[in-house]
């Protein structure tokens, strides 16, 4: 006998196990639990459990549609106890959003009291509000008593609840769910019925339909709440193909005109999942934080519809400009993800196509129709044994009446003498007196005979697949014609349509989100960038840090673009908006960018896009470039003058004029046209003056018409014509000849 694994004791010794296997083992089985019980919809019926027991509880205690309704804390009393031992808040909650008609496209709860609203009040208490079934929900369970689906023991063994519900409706589609499980989500926008049953039609006439035309007939999302899908056919016809992707939806808007050329902008459908109260917050804080320049005020003037009013500043506000920047900023503009993350087959989590969605729902339909179908063939089975006895008792009425007056046993006495079943022999021992009519005969034969013709028809039907299918699609054609959209508006109507996003630039979206003002971009020795109010002139007010001082000031708008070429030929883009203000010294620009700790800016100035820049470095190289393309998009800025050190970007000024006048350190002026100066996106550029040593000391453009112009240490202006220029003349490269007397000392044009 082999050695003792385990001590002997009373039960108290401890046993080592696997810490990793076991976090492992019940990890494993807590997602198992999340994912199957809790957060992922059945494809079959489009329910969570939580949602499939509150149905069946209603079912229960007979809150059909027709009929009263009943206290909801009785209804979670009943889940709670029976199917669903949970919180009672949390199906009580569940129980709301499904009577909520701004949360389900059709609700399957028709709530009696205050279920809640759009602008995320919650419900009463459910000791107050009472609910029943609405016709979409009596769809859902049409058949659960015909053996249609299994049915499995409750948590405590008590009762049984339904594994899925017959699902006469499609409801996964037509309703959608989201749900967050253990390592995947799920999440399926609701959709129009009428154009999920005419899909549905579509794939049982040609199981082989592609995806492409049943988006024919589903066009996509149609959301409770309305408002507009902005999304290319193309990328929805990716999502439905794949199970994946997205939809960007718009609220609806129109410009209502108060006269005098005034308008307001009125929205009248916010997007899916939006609060409407917290959305109208989030725009006042906007506007309270200036964010919204164009927008003055916005108001909430709903009733039963929405209807938020937004004022514009003034009316030459563009009314798509104004949204436009809204739709950017708030949640007038929402993305609704898309991911059909399903149990597929009530088993196994998947990510489903639109195809493969309607293939499950109607291959359940099938089985439901032939469990039905079964159901009901024994049931005619069992009623033509009974009906055959009693047609038997009636023909042999006498011996019967003598048999049951006699005999101790009549039971066996009968069966034995009439070769009468156990079921035929207890139905005629329990048949009344006034059954024994004359006419009972005859009723008796024409039960006998229509339930042999309907079992004849059930048969056919059980023996062809064809049957089967041209069955269910009589069954989906008459749910397509109760949500018809011609017949019942009110709850067929698309309400989500479809429309472009507007081709609004972002640039002008940018600039209209920003309020246009004044401002003095300063920028000093050291590097420290900042921006005044108003368009100073005098600085000498301007206050530095110590052993700091001014290089340069010029006046921009908080809309415009603040350029800054740095020494190693990068220039970097900082919106004016974002400058420090002129508190204090300003902010260092390495902060701001991010610049290379042995670099300098050369200069700064406010982006024209249609001007043109010529950039010139120490050596003499250089070249003009669209100032267009040396805008930057990120904080590390664009390379766009090649230099290698000693070399370093000494110089740009504006590409005006048709020549050119460089002078270098050595003094030496030339003149020469701008046409020999190549223009570039990037590169080192071309020789424009040669030296023998130093390098460039300043550069500028003119038109020779106008003449060379430059100031002297007393800011004396000197101006030299064509002629006068004669000898400087030149081509570029060349040395060049000695600056004419009364050129600065400094070497600067000024």
Known sequence: MGKEVLPPGDGDSALPVDLKKALEERYLAYALSTIMHRALPDVRDGLKPVHRRIMHTMRLLRLNPEQGFAKCARIVGDVMGKFHPHGDQSIYDALVRLAQPFAMRYPLVDGQGNF???????????????????????????????????????????????????????????????????GMATSVPPHNAAEVCDAALALIDDPDVPVSRLLDFVQGP?????????????????????????????????????????????????PYGVQKSRLIEKMAELILARKLPLLEDVRDESAE?????????????????????????????????????????????????????????????????????????AEIERRLEILAGYLIAYLNIDEVIRIIREEDEPKPVMMERFNLTDNQAEAILNMRLRALRKLEEFEIRTEFDKLSEEKGEIEQLLGSEARQWKTVRWEVAKVRQTFDPEKNPTLGRRRTTFGDAPSHDLEDVQQAMIEREPITVILSEKGWLRAMKGHLTDLSAVAFKEG??????????????????????????????????????????????????????????????????????????????????????????????????????????????????????????????????????????????????????DIKTFAMTDGLTWLDSADRTFTRGQAELAEWLGDRASAGRMAPKGFPRTGKFG
């Open 222 to 270: 149609d959301f409770p709440t309305g408002g507009i899908i902005v999304e290319s056919r193309s990328s929805i016809r990716e999502a439905y193909e794949t199970g994946r992707g997205g939809f960007r939806l718009r609220a609806r808007w129109f410009k209502e005109d108060q006269g005098r050329g005034t308008w307001h902008a009125v929205v009248t459908e916010i």
């Open 548 to 697: 700091d001082s001014l290089k340069l000031s010029f006046h921009a708008q908080t809309t415009d673009k603040i350029l800054l070429l740095t020494t190693g030929g990068k220039f970097y883009t900082i919106g004016a908006d974002r400058l420090p203000g002129g508190r204090g010294h300003g902010e260092p620009v390495r902060i701001m960018v991010d610049m290379e700790n042995d670099q300098a800016v050369v200069t700064a100035f406010a982006h024209d896009p249609e001007r043109k820049l010529l950039l010139a470095s120490h050596a003499g190289n250089g070249f003009v470039v669209p100032e267009k393309e040396v805008v930057a998009n990120t904080r590390k800025g664009k390379q766009i003058m090649n230099v290698k050190a000693p070399d370093e970007a000494r110089l740009c000024v504006p590409a005006t004029g048709d020549h050119v006048a460089i002078v270098g350190e050595n003094r030496k002026l030339l003149v020469f046209p701008l046409s020999q100066i190549p223009e570039m996106v990037r590169g080192k550029g071309v020789r424009l003056q040669r030296y023998k040593d130093g390098g460039v000391a």
């Open 305 to 377: 519809d929405i209807r938020i009013v937004l004022v514009p500043k003034s009316r030459t506000v563009e009314p798509e400009l104004l949204m436009e920047s809204l739709f950017r900023l708030t949640d007038l503009e929402t993305r609704f993800p898309l991911n059909m993350n399903v149990l597929s087959r009530g088993k196994v989590p998947a990510v489903l196509s639109l195809k493969d969605v309607l293939r499950e729902w109607l291959d359940h339909r099938r089985e439901v129709l032939i469990r039905r179908s079964k159901h009901r063939l």
């Open 116 to 182: 809640g609203n759009i602008d995320g009040d919650n419900a009463a208490a459910m000791r107050y509000t009472e609910a029943r079934m609405t016709e979409v929900a009596a769809e859902l369970l049409s058949g659960i008593t015909e053996d249609a689906v299994d049915f499995r023991p409750t948590y405590n063994e008590e009762d049984e609840e339904p594994i899925v519900l017959p699902g006469a409706f499609p409801n996964l589609l037509c309703n959608g769910s989201s749900g967050i499980a253990v």
